[in-house]
Each structure stands twice: as C-alpha cells, then as structure tokens.
C-alpha cells in the first residue's frame, strides 16, 4: 500500500506540472518575477477562465495591466457588466498561480511576497447559523480588518450591500479609509462612486 501511494503521489506531481506546462504553453502565458520585495506590476494581464469561455465564442479577451507597487488601494467604480468582478478575481488569480510555481496568463509580471489573499466577494447567507447575507458580508470584512498585513492582497466586490444606501456608504468609506490604513495592497470595486472623493485624503 505504501508504494502504490507513493507512486501516486509522485504520478500526481508530474501530472499537475504537465498540466501547468501545457496550459503556459498553449495561451501564451508568462512566467512571473516573484521576490521579496513589495513591487506588484502586471503588464497584459488576462482571466484564464473568460478567456478560455471567449475562445470558444471566438471573441478575444481584452489585456489590462494592474500596477499596486506605489499605491496601497485602487478603488474600481463603473456600472453592472463594466468588467470590475473580472478584473479583481483576475488579479488575485495571477497573485495565487505565481505562488505555487505556475506561470501566469500575462505578458509579464512582477509580483512581491504575498502572504495572504483576502477576499469578500458575492452574496451569501448562512441562515442556518444566524445570519443574513448582511451579517457575513460584516464578518467577513471584519476578519479581512483583523488580519490584513501590508503583504496581503485583499479584493472586495460591493462591500456594504444589504443594508440603507448611506449605512451602505459609510461602511465602505470607513473600511477603506482603515484598508489604507493598513497598507495592504487592495482592489475595492464598488457602486458607490462617491467613494473616488477619497483619492484627495
């Protein structure tokens, strides 16, 4: 039994960096700087899972680039379909394929030591437990306060829903104001245009 684990341990191996090799090959992605310093540039990046859904519609993904090395938080604004969910969940995919070994779908990217990825995205109740979708959205958000260090990466899709439009406002103003605070590089999409104003603080 033990060698027939082994064996499959080591086929599993092989198996995932075949796979790896072979999607780096086939769409043209790039293998990733990734170092002790605090730099986080990538230059055309993509979303590996939309692309491949366009590739099969035959319409192309359009490259951007994500440059947080000189700034803590970028705040992202723009209507339903405007690409903001795309974008984060893209960024923090290249974050995590460059630190298990992967090479990335971009043109190229420099990304520093990231001790954590963060996330708050979607709508999601636990009613068997208690709480609304408001509650855990809290909880969450609470958690990613609590633990966030200037390593992490944190990505945040319309915090502050569930609740009155200004409670909704004030939430977010505040956490990103104490996301700043932090240093932790953070892409914060929000409705809450309102929230640009905070670029002047």
């Keep these: 039994a033990e060698a027939i684990s082994?064996?499959?341990q080591a086929i599993a191996e092989i198996d995932l960096a075949s796979s790896l090799a072979d999607l780096s090959e086939k769409n043209n992605w790039c293998r990733p700087v990734v170092d002790d310093s605090y730099a986080f540039d990538i230059s055309g990046g993509r979303h590996p899972v939309v692309e491949h859904a366009l590739m099969n519609s035959g319409d192309p993904f359009i490259a951007n680039d994500c440059d947080l090395s000189n700034s803590a938080i970028w705040l992202l604004t723009g209507p339903n379909m405007a690409g903001k969910s795309t974008y984060i969940r893209?960024?923090?995919?290249?974050?995590?394929?460059?630190?298990?070994?992967?090479?990335v779908p971009a043109s190229t990217a420099h990304i520093g030591l990231v001790d954590k990825i963060f996330t708050r995205v979607g709508a999601s109740d636990?009613?068997?437990?208690?709480?609304?979708?408001?509650?855990?959205?809290?909880?969450e958000t609470a958690n990613i306060l609590n633990n966030a260090t200037p390593r992490s990466l944190v990505i945040l899709d319309e915090i502050g829903r569930g609740t009155s439009t200004l409670d909704g406002l004030s939430l977010a103003w505040a956490i990103a104001e104490r996301l700043s605070e932090h240093g932790c590089r953070t892409l914060f999409a929000t409705h809450y245009h309102e929230l640009t104003t905070l670029a002047e603080s």
């Excluded at 893209?90 to 090479?103: E, F, K, M, P, R």
């Excluded at 636990?126 to 909880?139: A, K, N």
């Design 6 to 8: 082994t064996t499959a």
């Design 90 to 103: 893209q960024v923090a995919l290249i974050t995590l394929l460059a630190h298990t070994g992967s090479y």
């Design 126 to 139: 636990e009613l068997h437990s208690g709480q609304s979708t408001f509650m855990v959205e809290m909880v």
